[in-house]
């Protein structure tokens, strides 16, 4: 990954495109606007995080008027909502705008305390990414064009033991996109669906089981920023991951469960990992 003062990390022009990307301040979502950094476009970055935000652009060396930073909670929809009428109004309408914020951890299904943490899993990642797009829709639409991107997962394929929350939350992210690809048909407006597998990031770093095919952060972001240019409606990132998927859809429910017997699971919200 190139340096802030490599030359091929092109400081943004006035006119360069921009990218607004939740959950920023760390893992894919960061990896992501590193990218674009370098690629020379302007950012909107957001997270819960503020102050994390400020002090990764410190140490990439943008400034604010190539990175603007929006301190904002994607469970909450009018936080969102406030962060991304900032961004029209100080920065003007994105090209890119990718719902990159989520959160992860175990479930126990016969633990009535886990409802909580369930809903809190689907108010991040499902209303979260809707209440990030929806402020775009009409003026990219409007416009002509505009791209948006909704981050997904494999995970999404089946449901995994221990894993019920995320698994159905990135079940309904993946169909939300695309029954919002089918609303956009024809507007010029772009969704695409990006599910990656295993990236090693802080989410990974507390799974308690062998992950395939794993991508450092900063390779996932190469190829997604590639697959968001050309406008690929669903792409799964590593592409060794995408037949692991359309395997997991065609096993009969006796072999898929045989082969997860025994698996480990991720730790509740709170547990030690």
Request: aromatic share 6%; hydrophobic share 45%.
């Amino acid at each position: 990954m190139p340096s802030p003062t490599d030359p091929s990390a092109a400081p943004a022009r006035a006119d360069a495109p921009l990218a607004f990307i939740t959950g920023a301040s760390s893992g894919l979502g960061q990896a992501l606007a590193a990218r674009y950094a370098q690629q020379g476009w302007r950012l909107a970055l957001v997270a819960r995080r503020g102050e994390v935000l400020t002090d990764w652009r410190r140490a990439q060396g943008l400034d604010a008027g190539q990175c603007h930073i929006y301190a904002a909670d994607v469970a909450q929809p009018e936080s969102i909502r406030s962060a991304a009428q900032a961004c029209l109004a100080e920065q003007g309408l994105p090209d890119v705008v990718i719902a990159s914020a989520g959160i992860s951890h175990g479930i126990d299904t016969a633990t009535w305390e886990d409802l909580e943490a369930m809903h809190s899993i689907w108010r991040t990642n499902n209303l979260g990414m809707a209440a990030t797009f929806i402020p775009f829709i009409a003026p990219m639409r409007a416009r002509g064009s505009g791209t948006l991107v909704g981050i997904g997962s494999v995970a999404g394929v089946r449901g995994l033991p221990g894993h019920a929350g995320y698994c159905a939350s990135k079940a309904a992210a993946i169909a939300y996109c695309e029954s919002l690809r089918g609303d956009l048909r024809g507007s010029g407006v772009a969704v695409v669906t990006i599910n990656p597998g295993f990236v090693r990031t802080a989410m990974t770093a507390k799974n308690p089981f062998s992950m395939p095919f794993l991508i450092e952060a900063d390779a996932f972001a190469a190829r997604a920023v590639r697959a968001i240019a050309a406008q690929r409606s669903h792409v799964v990132i590593p592409w060794q991951m995408a037949w692991v998927a359309r395997l997991l859809r065609v096993l009969p429910n006796w072999l898929f469960d045989r082969a997860l017997a025994g698996r480990g699971r991720k730790p509740r919200q709170g547990e030690p990992s």
